[in-house]
């Protein structure tokens, strides 16, 4: 492996999970999240191999948010409901605990699903991967207060859809 | 479900992962090439480097027990003579004192313990040595103070001393010593001309030591005397 590949490697093992996730929460499939997560670093690694990139994280982000806009765009915002949707409880819970975790998460997911795409982004780049405020203001390519009202106004929304469920 | 909560389940949507099958094998296509598992994945250059340091030093205290003819010995001979090559004169010649006596002391060892087949290189090891020191001493002498001559002189009569012993239980005749014969008379002939002995008997039986060419026998009769009249501050006033 050359020192190139061996470079994007650790990059590829760094963001994969995080770029997966961020995709998933978008288009709610495991197989659409997995064909536009390798073009995302498939993309990213033919520039790599072209040019310096100054922001790795930046870099991967756009263009998944790209191809995130190209999917819907080419299927008409049609969503495929994946039979690998992952469950998000602990294999030691209870059945009972695993129920009542699976249904909050599945509501907090399916509520954080129908917001704006900007607060979308926000809240999965904040609270999910735990991307501190400058970082998320360089990958949407905004001001630092604008995402911080972004964050603020998201949480709010994203609880009243909640409550409103 | 207040904002708190709202955060933890947000976090906890972190669950969500790839299969770890399907991250391998991305990775392979992307990069276009399979990675073989390496054996050691920890083995880099830096942990190779530090390995390989790790070895020699401690083949290096190991080695600090070799006697000569032991396969260790070079190693041990071969570090203590690059740290001799950074001193300064005056401590090189200290340092070879010491050196010597070390010598000495491997070549009691291999006496007491009768390991035959290790006299023959340490009796060597330990006249090359000595001839070194005494090399050493011959050329710091003349600017030497007081204070370092006496502890020259000193050394000198201590390791004499204990080479009579040490010869003796080997049945060696100090007369084998002749690789030494140049650096003796080197030194026999400095120490005269830089200390004043004032005993006549001992000067001519000296002089006619050295026309015999026993100039080992004259370094020793000159260290004793030295030794025994501490005057050497009569010619460094």
Request: charged share 30%; proline share 5%.
């Amino acid at each position: 492996m050359d020192k190139a590949s061996r470079q994007f490697s650790k990059i590829y093992d760094k963001y994969i999970e995080k770029i997966y996730r961020f995709i998933y929460f978008k288009v709610n499939s495991v197989e659409i999240s997995q064909d536009l997560t390798s073009e995302t670093f498939l993309k990213a690694w033919q520039a790599f191999q072209r040019e310096k990139i100054n922001n790795i994280p930046a870099f991967l982000y756009r263009t998944a948010r790209n191809l995130i806009t190209d999917y819907y765009r080419e299927k008409a915002k049609f969503q495929t409901v994946s039979f690998q949707n992952p469950s998000f409880v602990d294999p030691n819970q209870s059945p009972q605990e695993k129920a009542i975790i699976n249904s909050e998460l599945e509501r907090v997911k399916k509520a954080l699903a129908t917001l704006e795409e900007d607060q979308q982004n926000a809240l999965i780049l904040y609270y999910l991967e735990g991307i501190p405020v400058r970082e998320i203001a360089q990958i949407l390519e905004k001001s630092e207060n604008n995402v911080r009202v972004l964050i603020h106004r998201a949480l709010k929304n994203l609880r009243e859809k909640l409550t409103q469920v | 479900m207040t904002e708190k909560e709202l955060i933890k389940n947000l976090r906890q949507l972190r669950k969500v992962r790839p299969s770890k099958d399907w991250v391998i094998t991305t990775k392979q296509d992307i990069l276009g090439e399979t990675q073989t598992p390496r054996l050691f994945p920890f083995f880099n250059p830096a942990f190779a480097a530090l390995l390989l340091l790790l070895i020699f030093l401690g083949t290096l205290e190991i080695a600090k027990d070799a006697l000569p003819g032991s396969p260790l010995y070079p190693l041990k001979k071969t570090a203590q003579t690059v740290s001799l090559f950074f001193l300064p004169p005056q401590e090189k010649a200290k340092a070879s004192l010491i050196l010597a006596e070390k010598r000495l002391e491997e070549l009691e060892k291999i006496s007491k313990e009768n390991l035959t087949q290790n006299l023959s290189p340490a009796f060597k090891e330990y006249t090359q040595t000595k001839g070194e020191a005494k090399k050493e001493i011959a050329k710091i002498l003349p600017q030497a103070k007081d204070p370092e001559k006496k502890e020259f002189i000193s050394k000198i009569g201590q390791i004499h001393e204990k080479e009579k012993q040490v010869f003796a239980t080997l049945q060696i005749s100090p007369k084998e010593l002749s690789e030494t014969k140049t650096q003796d008379k080197e030194l026999v002939l400095t120490l005269l001309k830089t200390e004043k002995i004032e005993d006549e008997a001992l000067l001519k039986e000296i002089e006619e030591l050295c026309q015999n060419e026993n100039y080992s026998l004259a370094l020793e009769k000159i260290v004793i005397y030295l030794s025994k009249n501490q005057n050497l501050d009569k010619t460094n006033p």
